[in-house]
């Protein structure tokens, strides 16, 4: 079965510092596997996706990721942080079982930018 | 366009009674997935529909919960008796199988609180 850990329930970074969040996964099968960002009473929204081609994945917003399979790893990354990043961030890896696309979710991160 | 829509936004209701939620998603989307976010916790799968193919009912908590489409079309979620641990936020996802990468796009979410 798949499974997601996101290291660190909240995060705080500085604005202009680098964001960095933390996930890896059990999968039992070459994985898909997303991050998507969800503002404050709105749905999930996709940052980024790998699909096992590039591991390294740019997204929206400045966001990127890097596929590590030997780490079983997919953290998220943005190189500045601005006040507008602040939201929870959950990652998601893919379970094909039953024909359909089945994510399953970490528990997310909540990123904080302070001034 | 047009995204996946919810409705309602909000729901309150007393405990052992029924609540239905609608979900109408994106047009000619074929997959329509089911998830769950209660407080604190990330996304818990519920139900996926694939076009007129049995949907996959693996993640219903239990026999109160049962959810219909009708073709591709909108899907209703209906929770029977409810209880107190049924108060979540409900989101649905469409996706269309084309994409090649399952993408999932989500609506706003309905806020369930069972008083």
């Known amino acids: 079965a798949q499974s997601v850990t996101q290291l660190g329930s909240h995060v705080s970074v500085s604005e202009g510092a680098l964001v960095l969040l933390r996930c890896n996964y059990s999968?039992?099968?070459?994985?898909?596997l997303f991050w998507y960002v969800q503002y404050p009473n709105q749905g999930l929204q996709l940052l980024l996706k790998y699909t096992s081609a590039a591991t390294l994945v740019k997204g929206i917003n400045g966001f990127e990721a890097e596929f590590k399979k030997s780490e079983t790893s997919f953290h998220l990354t943005k190189p500045s942080a601005h006040m507008s990043d602040a939201a929870e961030y959950f990652c998601a890896v893919s379970d094909f079982t039953g024909g359909g696309n089945k994510l399953t979710f970490g528990t997310g991160t909540q990123l904080k930018v302070e001034l | 366009g047009a995204g996946v829509s919810q409705s309602p936004s909000n729901k309150v209701t007393e405990k052992g009674k029924d609540v239905e939620l609608r979900c109408d998603p994106i047009s000619g989307h074929t997959a329509l997935y089911w998830y769950r976010q209660r407080l604190g916790q990330g996304l818990e799968f519920l139900i996926y529909?694939?076009?007129?193919?049995?949907?996959?009912k693996s993640g219903l908590p239990s026999d109160r919960f049962s959810a219909e489409r009708t073709g591709e079309s909108v899907s209703t979620l209906t929770i029977q008796r409810t209880q107190q641990e049924d108060s979540a936020v409900y989101l649905c996802a469409s996706s269309s199988r084309t994409s090649g990468s399952y993408e999932q796009y989500f609506g706003p979410g309905t806020r369930l609180t069972v008083t």
């Open positions: 999968s039992s099968v070459p994985p898909y």
């Open positions: 529909f694939q076009g007129n193919s049995a949907p996959d």
